[in-house]
């Protein structure tokens, strides 16, 4: 996504759609996450998932060299350079807030803000939100927080100005899809939704998600992609995420169901697709500001609705 670096450069962070990550439990949330930026700095497995916003706020580094490192709002004028590092204080953060009291009472909108910055980057912010169905699990729930999660998903969907990633596990009922159908209440064409499925490798015998990626079941505009993440004996194993893209790409070349429709799955074709959505809505950002620098323009439009 280099190339966008120019084309983005005379907007504000603010001005750029938001991407908001949603999903159940376990579903490959933070995975999708990785997969898009490249990075490994996520907590991922059962005991480490997600209770509160995690909002990640991608900056292009202008300094003159190719680091990278990341900053938390929570610890002011320290920085991160190893992603390892970035990764436990995601955790040790979650477990604070979590022990608060206004955790504790409900109040599940306390986000943790993390700022990474790369020569690579462009600016953006990508947002992943607790998974459905999963607080209820932990000793440290909140109350009602069956109705909590998805209320809370709302809030930050309901964002005209955001790209939603569905994500669903290709190995459950794709149709009943929770996490589709919240999406759908705040996008009701399916305009800003794209699909994500993971786990497609492990989808049961004789089963496979070619007719989601073909559009035949679910109509979104945006589409599906499947991809293929670590798993859990992979992360355990310090499988690197170089190596787990390099596989994934080999799997959709090479499997006899996939490998017709082979780009139109795996990370690189969900980049592309996010790519092309961030564009038009740039352009279409463009054009009617452009249109407002006329004097006798009245349309009044905002980029970036809180």
Not at 152 to 160: E, V, W
Not at 262 to 274: F, P
Not at 283 to 290: V, Y
Request: hydrophobic share 35%; net charge positive; aromatic share 8%.
């Amino acid at each position: 996504m280099r190339d966008l670096i120019s084309r983005f450069s005379i907007f504000n962070a603010d001005d750029i759609p938001q991407i908001i990550v949603i999903g159940s439990q376990t579903s490959g949330k933070s995975s999708v996450i990785e997969g898009i930026i490249n990075r490994d700095f996520l907590p991922k497995g059962r005991e480490k998932e997600m209770k509160v916003p995690v909002i990640i706020k991608l900056s292009k580094n202008n300094e003159m060299s190719n680091n990278e490192w990341g900053e938390f709002l929570h610890i002011p004028n320290k920085k991160f350079n190893n992603f390892n590092e970035i990764k436990e204080e995601i955790m040790t953060e979650t477990k604070r807030i979590t022990r608060t009291s206004n955790y504790k009472k409900g109040s599940l909108n306390i986000p943790i803000y993390l700022n990474l910055y790369s020569p690579d980057f462009i600016n953006l912010t990508i947002i992943e939100l607790p998974g459905l169905n999963t607080l209820a699990l932990y000793s440290d729930s909140p109350p009602n927080n069956e109705k909590q999660i998805p209320n809370l998903i709302l809030q930050y969907i309901n964002n005209k100005n955001s790209l939603i990633l569905a994500v669903v596990p290709s190995n459950t009922d794709i149709v009943t899809s929770y996490t589709l159908k919240l999406a759908k209440q705040v996008d009701i064409l399916g305009t800003r939704t794209l699909g994500v499925l993971t786990k497609v490798d492990i989808m049961d015998k004789g089963t496979d998600c070619t007719d989601f990626i073909e559009g035949k079941v679910i109509p979104l505009n945006l589409g599906f992609v499947g991809v293929v993440s670590r798993s859990f004996n992979d992360i355990k194993n310090n499988k690197s995420l170089e190596v787990s893209l390099k596989e994934e790409h080999a799997y959709f070349q090479n499997d006899n169901v996939y490998k017709n429709i082979a780009y139109r799955m795996g990370y690189k074709c969900l980049r592309v697709n996010i790519k092309k959505f961030l564009l038009n809505r740039i352009n279409e950002a463009a054009f009617r500001a452009k249109l407002c620098m006329s004097p006798t323009c009245d349309i009044t439009f905002t980029f970036h609705q809180n």
